[in-house]
C-alpha cells in the first residue's frame, strides 16, 4: 500500500483541458526524451522492459514496436480504446482524466515505429472520453505536439478519433481496422499479422490505451526503475478496475503482482453484502472465477496463467456469497451468443449451445447429459474459434462449475449456499 501511483499521477489533479497544466505537471517531457535519443533506442527500453500488452492477450510491446519500426512505407499505429470488456474501465478513466497522456504515448508510438498516421479508436458509448481526447489532439496541433515537424525534430504525426459502435467484437484488433475501414466489424485471420498487414492493409502497431501510456514514465526512468515493479517476466505499474461487492470499488493503480487479497480488503476495503468472499471473477466476462481459497494469487499476467485464470485487462469483480451466480452465469452465457459476430461455427453454434443449457441451469432444468454436453461445447469453442471471442467464451462458466462446488443433484453451487 506504499506505492505511489504513475499511471494516474495526474488523474484528479490536473485539468484534463489544460495543455499547459499537463506541461506544468511533467506532460511532454516523455516525448522531448524519446526525441533526444532517437526511435531505436526507445524501443530498446520498451524491450528491455519486457512491457507485456495491457489490452488483454499479454504480448510484448517491445517486439510489436520493432517489428512495425522495421517495414517499409505508409505504417498505422492505433490506440485501442475500445473498452468493451464487461467490468474494465480503466482507459475511461485515463482519457477522462488524463487525455494528453494518451496522445503523447501515441506521439512516442508513432515516433518509435515511424508512422505519420495514428488513430484512437474509442468506445461509442464514452462520449466525455471522446470530447477530452478530441481537445487534447486540437491542443497538441495548436502547440507543435502533431501535425508537421514536430519539435523542429524533422516527425510529421497526423492523428484522428474513430468511434466504435457498441459491438464488443470490434476490440478485436483485426475487427477494428475493419471497423476503421467502414467495413462490418468481422475478425481477420492471423497470419499476416497486424505488424506486417494491418489497417488498410499496412504494417500497423496497435496497442492498448494503457500499454501507450506505460511509455511515458519508462521512457523517463528507464527499465530498471520499470521492472522495480513486479515479477520480471510481468512487470511494470498497472491498473486494476476493482468492482462488485468491495466497500471500495474503482481503479486500482498498484504493483503488477500485488496479492488479490490486498486489493479486495486493503485497497477494497473488504467484502460487503454478506460480508463473505463467495468468488472472484478476473478479466472478465472472457477471463476466470477463482474461489475465496484462491485469493493470494498473485496478479500477474504470468502466475494468472499457471492457475488457469487470467489477467485479461485487469477486471477484479468480487462477489459475496449471497451473489446470484446462476443469475450471473446466465448473463455472462447470452453476453457471448449475443457478441459472437458469426463469422465461424464453432463459436456462432457454440455460444447458441451453451445459452440453453445454462438457461436451463438456471432454472433447475438440466437434462441428463447437460454437463457433459456443456464441456464439449466450451471445449470445441476453445479449440476450434477463430478469434479471441470465442475462445475463451466459455471460461469463466467453467470455472466457476469447477470451483464453486456445482453439484448436479440439487442444483446448487455450494459456495453460494452460505
Ligand atoms: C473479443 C475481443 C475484444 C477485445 N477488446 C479489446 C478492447 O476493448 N481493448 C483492447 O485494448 N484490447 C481488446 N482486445 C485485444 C486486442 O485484440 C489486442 O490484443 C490489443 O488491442 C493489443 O494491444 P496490447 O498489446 O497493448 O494489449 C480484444 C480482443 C478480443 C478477442
Ligand atoms: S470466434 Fe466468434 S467472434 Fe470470433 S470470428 Fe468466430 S464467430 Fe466471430
Known amino acids: 500500500m506504499s506505492y505511489q501511483p504513475v499511471l494516474t499521477a495526474r488523474v484528479g489533479v490536473v485539468d484534463p ?25 526507445v524501443i530498446d527500453l520498451v524491450t528491455q522492459a519486457h512491457v ?17 519500426n522495421e517495414e517499409h512505407g505508409p505504417k498505422f499505429v492505433v490506440a485501442n480504446a475500445d473498452e468493451s470488456e464487461p467490468g474494465t474501465f480503466k482507459d475511461r478513466v485515463i482519457m477522462e482524466g488524463d487525455p494528453f497522456s494518451l496522445v503523447e504515448g501515441v506521439i512516442i508510438a508513432s515516433y518509435a515505429a515511424l508512422a505519420e498516421k495514428a488513430y484512437i479508436y474509442i468506445r461509442g458509448e464514452y462520449p466525455q472520453a471522446i470530447a477530452c481526447v478530441q481537445q487534447a489532439i486540437a491542443a497538441c496541433y495548436a502547440a507543435g505536439y502533431l501535425g508537421e515537424n514536430i519539435l523542429g525534430a524533422g516527425f510529421n504525426l497526423q492523428v484522428e478519433i474513430r468511434k466504435g459502435a457498441g459491438a464488443y467484437i470490434c476490440g478485436e484488433e483485426t475487427a477494428l481496422f475493419e471497423s476503421i475501414e467502414g ?21 500497423t502497431l496497435i496497442n492498448n490505451v494503457e500499454t501507450l501510456i ?54 477494497g476495503g473488504g467484502v460487503t ?49 449471497s451473489a446470484d451466480i446462476k443469475g450471473v452465469l446466465k448473463r455472462i452465457a447470452h453476453f457471448f451468443a ?45 479449440d476450434a474459434s477463430i478469434c479471441g471471442l470465442g475462445q475463451t467464451a466459455a471460461g469463466a462458466i467453467r470455472t466457476a462449475l469447477d470451483r464453486f462446488g456445482y453439484e448436479a443433484s440439487t442444483g446448487e453451487f455450494y459456495t453460494f449456499q452460505r
Open 273 to 321: 453484502g454478506s460480508g463473505e468472499l463467495g468468488g472472484v471473477l478476473l478479466g472478465g466476462a472472457a477471463g476466470a472465477f477463482i474461489s475465496p481459497e484462491m485469493i493470494d494469487v498473485f496478479m500477474d499476467f504470468a502466475t494468472l496463467r499457471e492457475i488457469d485464470a487470467a489477467l485479461g485487462s485487469g477486471v477484479v469483480m468480487v462477489f459475496d456469497t
Open 52 to 68: 507485456l500488452g495491457r489490452g488483454g492477450a499479454a504480448f510484448p510491446a517491445g517486439i510489436k514496436w520493432k517489428a512495425v
Open 338 to 382: 449475443h457478441e459472437s459476430c458469426g463469422k465461424c461455427f464453432p463459436c456462432q453454434l457454440g455460444t447458441q449451445r451453451q445459452v440453453e443449457i445454462i438457461d436451463r441451469l438456471a432454472a433447475d432444468r438440466l437434462r441428463p447429459g447437460d454437463l457433459a454436453l456443456l464441456r464439449e461445447v466450451g471445449q470445441t469453442m476453445t
Open 183 to 203: 467495413k462490418r466489424g468481422f475478425p481477420r485471420l492471423k497470419p499476416p499479422f497486424p505488424t506486417q498487414s494491418g489497417l488498410f492493409g499496412r504494417p
Open 214 to 267: 506505460n511509455a511515458l514514465p519508462l521512457v523517463l526512468y528507464g527499465p530498471d526503475w520499470y521492472r522495480q515493479f513486479g515479477p520480471s517476466d510481468s512487470p511494470g505499474p498497472k491498473l486494476y478496475c476493482l468492482s462488485g461487492r468491495v466497500r471500495h470499488p474503482g481503479l486500482v493503480e498498484a504493483p503488477m503482482g500485488t496479492p488479490l487479497s490486498e486489493l479486495i480488503y486493503e485497497y
Open 17 to 41: 483541458a489544460s495543455l499547459k497544466d499537463y506541461e506544468a505537471h511533467g506532460g511532454f517531457r516523455a516525448l522531448r526524451h524519446a526525441i533526444a535519443i532517437g526511435p531505436d533506442a
